[in-house]
């Protein structure tokens, strides 16, 4: 059996391919690392050491170290976690796509098809920048349409709203009733450069928006009544996962409970249809338009809190 490797192209569209003896690293500088177990991104998304590939001669696997996140498949993996990984999967690094050529992993058998479920995340505080997209009225829209009608638009929004996240490097964390829940992670310490992301995102959902419900409203009735608030909050959280799924992976912390919180108030309580918090306006004012919409009462929240819109 041969040992499994990565194939991509450059940026003179040269295609490469490297065997993965035990580890590959990828990244924009792998100081230390051996030419022969090392690729080098020259991207300023990709991270001094962006990934790691690991290879045990029975189970191929990932391993995120980034920033800006890894994708497989065009989803984004948890920052700090493993996946494993099957011949034919594609992994993008900044702009590069790697295709993982090994054919004879279907013979991992039954532990592999569980185990690539699984991701590796050990319980820490991180910073994030939070945005949750929420239908209004989505109640009396389930009571007065018709099921299907209301299922395929959802199915749409999310499905627009998600590439959305991804074209501004964020994670789609969670589909939450009549929500998309999704962050970007800063690390240690605040990042300008994620809140920006992250708000330009909720701005061009809302802006995407008025477009799907034009497109949709001659085949689709429910689609006039389609109106949504965003609520983006920036703090720490703890993130670690509850299962043994990706998808059960876990961000708790104050600054979540909020972004839902103020998800519920825009374009309804407050006319603004993105509210953010303190934390986030001070990270962006320099960047985007920021309104000051003084102190408001947040619902299971003692006293008020100063709220500003975009």
């Not at 509210?275 to 008020?304: F, H, M, N, P, Q």
Request: glycine share 8%; aromatic share 8%; charged share 25%.
């Amino acid at each position: 059996m041969s040992n499994p490797c990565l194939e991509w192209l450059d940026i003179n569209n040269e295609t490469h391919r490297l065997d993965i003896i035990d580890r590959v690293f990828i990244g924009r500088l792998c100081k230390g690392i051996d030419e022969t177990k090392r690729i080098i991104v020259y991207n300023s998304m990709v991270s001094r050491d962006h990934a790691e590939i690991i290879w045990s001669g029975s189970r191929l696997k990932i391993k995120d170290l980034s920033k800006n996140g890894t994708w497989i498949n065009g989803v984004r993996i948890a920052g700090g976690s493993e996946e494993c990984l099957n011949d034919g999967d594609v992994i993008r690094i900044g702009e590069t796509l790697f295709a993982v050529r090994y054919p004879g992993s279907q013979l991992f058998g039954e532990d592999h098809s569980v185990s690539g479920l699984s991701t590796d995340l050990t319980p820490k505080e991180v910073i994030v920048t939070n945005v949750v997209a929420d239908i209004r009225g989505f109640t009396s829209m389930s009571e007065t349409e018709k099921s299907y009608e209301v299922y395929t638009l959802m199915k749409e929004v999310f499905k627009q709203f998600g590439k959305i996240v991804n074209s501004h490097n964020g994670t789609v964390k969670d589909h939450v009733g009549d929500a998309i829940y999704a962050y970007w992670e800063h690390g240690i310490s605040l990042s300008k450069e994620q809140a920006i992301m992250a708000c330009r995102n909720a701005l061009a959902q809302a802006e995407a928006l008025d477009h799907i419900r034009d497109e949709l409203l001659t085949i689709n009735p429910a689609a006039e009544k389609l109106k949504m608030g965003w609520g983006v909050t920036t703090g720490t959280v703890t993130m670690s996962n509850y299962g043994m799924r990706s998808s059960d992976l876990a961000l708790v912390g104050d600054c979540t409970n909020l972004a839902f919180r103020l998800s519920g108030m825009a374009n309804k309580e407050l006319k603004k249809k993105i509210l953010i918090c303190k934390t986030t306006a001070t990270l962006i004012r320099d960047s985007l338009d920021v309104y000051d919409l003084g102190e408001a009462y947040v619902r299971g929240r003692e006293g008020t809190l100063q709220v500003f819109g975009m």
